[in-house]
């Protein structure tokens, strides 16, 4: 705040700040400058006794929008009002204090490049101008700006420069720089040329965030906020042992930053090239494509996860080297590959682990009546098997509606189904697979996630037996 | 008092489970259950299962996943036969020649005994059982509480995975992932080299890649 009152030499001048306060963290949302200015004035330099200090006291941990206004004196600025709004959270709000606050020198540095890029603008002598910018940011990085509009009135053929003009919009960008994710800032700016002064004179009149439009629904927009927002603050803040404590290491958390990220941050460009099958599956984004990924993490190594993981949160929160986009390319091109690679025995382990406990997990009415006498839950088996997971590459292997827990006894015998495919499975096509998978279904699913009873033995082979018949028809009529 | 016979190996494996926070969870014993010898889903009991079922009548362990369930064997249930029966179908094998005494909790992969390789002593062998639609066998130790020393070996190895550590995705796995815990048990293989588990294997690949990989260890 101090930095904008400093754009003003001027008395009677209002200034409105709006912020989202939580937690203690604020986030400016906008800046105004009212009407008026009564000529320089010298008390310009004092800012409002006490205010840095006694902000964090009014603002206390609640949570909402605050707009308070500071109104310069004779004797110096003066607060004027402080209020509480009633506006929703902005996506780009940071909800978690952090510890190291102020500018880095890189910041500095941008909005400095960025505001002289913009300075060039002339003012007709003796006229009058206006213009509109809007900066690009993502986190604390400026990443660019284009010039919206500009009017002027009076002879253009001469134009006036405005060296202070650098100075007034670094001071008018630089608190904007404390907010969470992709947003633009608009500027607005007025200039004035007295015919007496070697200089234009501008202002910044305005300055406010507005919001990119977001593909998703709005709860999971707001779940990806939340993680990314606590992925900035650790990598920044933490070490790498605290980043795993906090639980953010797990596929889990790994998929769903990274889908989300990739919703709305973007960075397909970064390995579309080299994936060209793997990116579309990733880009549908939302939860289904969360519960993909988290699937196909299962047959990534730990060491490579953990180089993606750093690859990628370096990608959105710092960018990467160009030896670091290669080694990044090197390794969506390898997940590619995995693409319709045959999973190996581990992979088919963990998900099978997984498989289990995502049922269960949803279903837990169920993990307390499909226990069998030895003490084991009924296994879940997998509609299209593991073994044939490789031809349905878009598909969620582990999603709940290919899961269903079977007894072991029901099991066993819809694995001889399999087997007896088994010959043809490498020549067969995916809706071959599917055919076998429906042949299952139909004669076995009145046993599927329900309690085995001895008494239909007799059904369960007489099911055995007319769904061989039909997989060894279905391999009758294979090439 | 019958004196109990010792467990070394499956001893091993409950400080193992204690020193890395495994949970141990165990059944009471039954009052009567079936000695060494005495017929368990149609074959006789190996003694250190004897052993182990007089101490407890069941046992789960457990870390971020589970890692071993024993089998209910006490005076109302026998697990072992449920486990075995429910996969038994006539002389098919695995399950025709084998007892399973313990599984990966609520997976389809089995531990089991094969009565028939037992030793001079009564020892039976162990094997793996994957009961999933790929179905195949490795053996795994040459008597069941050397089968728990392997296994405590391998939790070892577990707790330092950079997998298991991260995101409990491990990157080790029990047993295919350490073919060299398992020659370390020098008659498994010898028992293995000399085709002892051949009429118990399916000829896939899986059993190939297998004795290539203990016997080269």
Redesign the interface.
């Known amino acids: 705040m101090r930095g904008v009152a400093s754009l003003v030499d001027e008395a009677e001048v209002e200034l409105t700040f709006r912020f989202w306060a939580q937690d203690g963290a604020l986030t400016l949302l906008s800046w105004k400058r009212g009407p008026g200015g009564t000529g320089r004035s010298e008390g310009m330099d004092s800012w409002v006794p006490g205010l840095d200090a006694s902000l964090p006291l009014y603002v206390g941990t609640r949570m909402g929008e605050v707009v308070l206004t500071v109104r310069g004196e004779r004797q110096g600025w003066r607060l004027n009002s402080f209020t509480w709004g009633d506006g929703a959270r902005p996506l780009e709000a940071k909800t978690l204090p952090v510890r190291r606050t102020g500018m880095s020198a890189e910041t500095l540095a941008q909005a400095h490049a960025m505001a002289s890029q913009l300075s060039h603008v002339r003012v007709p002598e003796g006229g009058r101008a206006a213009l509109l910018v809007d900066v690009r940011l993502d986190d604390d990085r400026l990443l660019g700006a284009e010039t919206v509009r500009y009017e002027s009135q009076g002879d253009s053929s001469i134009g006036v420069p405005s060296p202070s003009l650098t100075v007034s919009i670094t001071q008018a960008l630089l608190p904007f720089t404390q907010g969470i994710g992709p947003r633009t800032v608009r500027l607005r700016l007025e200039a004035e040329h007295r015919r007496a002064d070697g200089h234009a004179r501008w202002r910044v009149m305005e300055a406010e965030t507005l919001r990119p439009e977001l593909p998703g629904s709005p709860s999971l927009i707001a779940e990806h906020y939340a993680l990314y927002e606590r992925i900035l603050r650790e990598w920044r803040e933490e070490t790498a042992a605290t980043f795993q404590q906090a639980g953010m290491a797990s596929a889990e958390f790994l998929a769903t930053w990274f889908i989300g990220s990739l919703a709305l941050r973007g960075g397909l460009a970064l390995f579309e090239a080299v994936a060209p099958r793997l990116a579309p599956i990733l880009a549908r984004g939302g939860s289904e494509a969360v519960a993909w990924f988290r699937s196909f993490l299962a047959r990534i190594r730990p060491k490579e996860r953990e180089t993606f993981q750093r690859l990628w949160t370096k990608a959105q929160t710092q960018g990467l080297s160009a030896a670091e986009k290669t080694q990044l390319r090197k390794l969506l091109a390898r997940f590619e590959e995995l693409l319709d690679t045959k999973l190996d025995e581990e992979a088919r382990k963990l998900l099978r682990r997984q498989a289990n406990t995502d049922f269960y997990k949803l279903r837990p009415e169920l993990a307390k009546t499909l226990v069998d006498a030895a003490g084991s839950k009924y296994p879940v088996h997998h509609r299209i098997p593991l073994e044939h997971a490789h031809r349905f590459p878009e598909m969620n292997i582990n999603g709940s509606a290919n899961l269903n827990a079977l007894h072991s006894t029901v099991h066993e015998r819809v694995n001889n189904v399999w087997t007896a495919f088994r010959p043809a499975s490498s020549k067969a096509s995916g809706g071959e697979v599917r055919q076998v998978a429906d042949i299952v279904d139909r004669h076995f699913q009145r046993w599927y996630d329900t309690v085995y009873e001895q008494a239909s033995e007799t059904a369960l082979e007489q099911a055995e037996k007319a769904a061989l018949r039909e997989v060894r028809m279905l391999l009758a009529r294979l090439p | 008092m019958v004196s109990e016979m010792p467990l070394p190996g499956f001893e091993r494996l409950l400080d193992v489970c204690r020193k890395h926070d495994f949970s141990v969870e165990s059944l009471l014993p039954g009052r009567s259950i079936p000695g060494a010898g005495e017929l368990v889903a149609g074959h006789p009991l190996d003694p250190v299962l004897a052993a182990l079922y007089k101490r407890m009548g069941?046992l789960?362990i457990a870390g971020t996943?589970g890692e071993f369930?024993l089998?209910?064997l006490d005076d109302q249930?026998d697990?072992?036969a449920?486990?075995t029966n429910?996969?038994r179908?006539g002389t098919q094998e695995p399950f025709h020649s084998s007892v399973a005494f313990g599984?990966i909790?609520?997976?389809?992969?089995y531990y089991a005994v094969v009565p028939g390789l037992a030793d001079e002593r009564g020892l039976q062998p162990v094997i793996y059982i994957n009961?999933?639609?790929?179905?195949y066998v490795l053996p795994v130790a040459s008597d069941v509480d050397r089968f728990f020393d392997t296994l405590s070996h391998y939790l070892e190895i577990l707790v330092v995975?950079?997998?298991?550590?991260?995101?409990?995705?491990?990157?080790v796995?029990f047993p295919?992932?350490v073919p060299e815990l398992i020659a370390r048990d020098r008659r498994l293989v010898e028992m293995l080299v000399t085709g002892r588990f051949d009429f118990i294997m399916n000829p896939g690949n899986?059993y190939q890649d297998w004795l290539a990989r203990v016997t080269s260890a």
């Open positions: 069941g789960r996943d369930l089998h209910r249930v697990g072992l449920v486990a429910s996969r179908r599984c909790p609520d997976l389809a992969y009961a999933y639609e790929e179905r995975d950079e997998g298991y550590r991260r995101d409990g995705m491990r990157g796995d295919t992932g899986e």
